[in-house]
């Protein structure tokens, strides 16, 4: 069931449409309520996270690669333990590690820079890259191609959800919407839904953007660091451009 909370009692406020699982999405929707902006809040998460029970297989691994939080959480849902060199993608993912014991070496803003990183630190194998079904970039295949053994462990999978009834009400209304979107699949599963509202969409990555190309978005913003600290930024200047149009258009940013 969705969670819709209202900042604003007027028909055309705009909707920020969290679509991350629920714990995350409160989380964001907290500290985009302390700017005092005003807006409406519309939850429907497109994915889950469903730990697995694959085997995972340490024995020789000199360090741990983890690209997400949920990565943390799935291995400290299997009770591992391990004192080895980590390394991580993103400060959340960083602040996890930390949470748990982790000492990360080396935090990087995404895949393909934490790849780049290891190669230039000559970090010797084998690595054990701890990751989602669902990945891109393939980090343990580059770093192995590079001369750096790294096997991957999938410990959590991500099947999708489908959006709740009032999320699909908005995304096919007249209503700005905003979508702060986090990942490559996100995108992917938020264009199949073809939605007809105004658009405005802060993505995580520039990977995030371009998987949106196909949606008609109003306003486009790129975080400027893969963060949710960067995010919150991206959020509230899209909220600042819907207000302005609403005042500019009489209340439809399409007009």
């Known amino acids: 069931m ?87 993608v993103g400060p959340s993912t960083a602040l996890a590690a930390r949470s748990i014991g982790l000492n990360p070496e080396i935090m990087a803003q995404n895949a393909v820079s934490l790849v780049d990183e290891l190669r230039k630190e000559d970090v010797q194998g084998p690595l054990l890259h701890l990751s989602g079904r669902h990945t891109r970039g393939d980090v343990a295949g580059q770093l192995t191609a590079m001369g750096v053994e790294t096997r991957r462990a999938v410990l959590y999978d991500q099947p999708p959800m489908p959006l709740t009834s009032e999320a699909r009400a908005v995304l096919h209304g007249t209503v700005p919407v905003i979508v702060p979107v986090f990942s490559p699949r996100t995108a992917q599963l938020l264009t199949e839904e073809r939605p007809k509202a105004p658009l405005l969409v802060a993505a995580m990555s520039e990977a995030v953007a371009f998987n949106l190309a196909s949606l008609h978005i109003v306003s486009l913003k790129v975080a400027a660091r893969p963060d949710s600290g960067a995010m919150l930024n991206a959020v509230a200047a899209l909220l600042n451009t819907a207000q302005a149009e609403k005042r500019h258009s009489g209340g439809d940013p399409r007009r």
């Open 2 to 88: 969705a969670s819709q909370t209202t900042s604003d009692s007027s028909l055309d406020t705009p909707v920020v449409l969290m679509t991350r699982p629920r714990a995350d999405s409160e989380d964001f929707i907290a500290g985009l309520k302390q700017r005092e902006l005003h807006f409406n809040t519309v939850i429907s998460p497109l994915m889950r996270i469903v730990f697995t029970d694959d085997p995972i297989d340490i024995d020789g691994v000199r360090g741990l690669i983890f690209t997400s939080s949920n990565g943390v959480a799935a291995w400290t849902a299997r009770g591992l333990r391990a004192n080895l060199p980590t390394y991580v």
